[in-house]
């Protein structure tokens, strides 16, 4: 189940993560993100929908790195959609000011 989808279950069931579960969601992404980083890559697109619970309860970073995009254009392209992104402050300020960055 993608975090996304388990945001909403909770949501509709009127509850909340426990502090552990959140703890343990942290925890295992900055896990992916620090081996990411040895290995100089970037994912470029951590959202919820990105994120997917094991059944040992781990919480893993579903793989974004074969798409051929420039993860740049594709969190710009998300935004300009106006799907729900996360985007580097940089990169969002970079795009008010229409700077050439993109």
């Known amino acids: 189940m993608t975090l996304k989808n388990l945001i ?3 949501k509709s069931e009127n509850q909340i993560f426990p502090s552990l579960e959140l703890k343990r969601i942290f925890e295992d992404l900055l896990k992916v993100l620090i081996h ?3 290995i100089q890559k970037v994912h470029g697109d951590i959202r919820p929908s990105y994120v997917s619970r094991k059944d040992d309860g781990q ?3 579903n793989d974004r790195l074969a798409d051929p995009w ?8 998300y935004f300009k959609k106006r799907e729900e992104v996360y985007m580097d402050p940089v990169l ?3 795009y008010m000011k229409k700077s050439n960055i993109f």
């Open 8 to 10: 909403f279950l909770k």
């Open 36 to 38: 990411l980083e040895t």
């Open 59 to 61: 919480f893993i970073l």
């Open 70 to 77: 420039n993860p740049i254009w594709i969190q710009y392209n």
């Open 92 to 94: 969002f300020e970079s």
